[in-house]
């Protein structure tokens, strides 16, 4: 088997079995408390797909995240990708994973083994139609914890202590 064939692989396998993927249930005695949490959404409007995140922040890091959506494989399956890769991270080790996402598809910096599987998804920089289609859950994260930072900062609460 080639490497293509391994990414497209890889590819199905999040688009047929996204991780992740779903609500909160926050009848669970582990979602009640104090915790913040958020959502976000936002869609392709070339394509029609659509991503709806769910993530809570505690102590500064994301300790969990769920998406629902519809849409191509390629932006189910980075939804996927995305929810694996940022979970228990920082919000500055996320927004620097982001930016980093985002350089891989503009062609600007190449793809490393740190970023999981989302070398699978690395060739769609070629596809400048498709990009929108890799990125669409990771802007709609990024929008969110801007979202979630504005709401810290005009409630001034800390990012680090909830």
């Known amino acids: 088997m ?9 590819i199905l396998d999040h688009y047929q ?6 609500e909160f249930d926050y009848s669970s005695s582990f979602y009640r ?13 070339l394509c029609g797909d659509s991503i709806y995140l769910q ?3 505690k102590d500064g890091k994301l300790i969990d995240i769920r998406f ?6 390629l932006s189910i399956a980075s939804a996927s990708i995305m929810t694996e890769l940022v979970k228990g991270k920082t ?3 996320i927004d620097s994973l982001i930016k980093r996402v985002k350089l891989v598809m503009e062609g600007k910096e190449e793809v490393t083994e ?3 599987d989302f070398q699978a998804l690395e060739g769609v920089k070629n596809l400048p139609v498709r990009v929108k289609c890799v990125l669409l859950a990771w802007t709609v994260l990024e929008e969110g914890l801007e979202d979630y930072k ?6 001034e609460m800390s990012l680090w202590e909830e």
Not at 2 to 10: G, H, P, Q, S, T
Not at 17 to 22: D, E, I, Q, V
Not at 33 to 45: H, K, M, T, V
């Open 150 to 155: 504005n709401l810290c900062k005009r409630k």
């Open 17 to 22: 079995n996204p991780r992740n993927y779903g």
């Open 33 to 45: 408390g104090s915790y913040p949490f958020c959502n976000a959404e936002g869609e392709n409007s």
């Open 2 to 10: 080639n490497i293509e064939e391994l990414y497209k692989e890889i």
């Open 114 to 116: 740190d970023l999981g």
């Open 91 to 93: 919000l500055e080790e």
């Open 55 to 57: 993530f809570i922040i």
């Open 68 to 73: 629902r959506g519809s849409g191509c494989s």
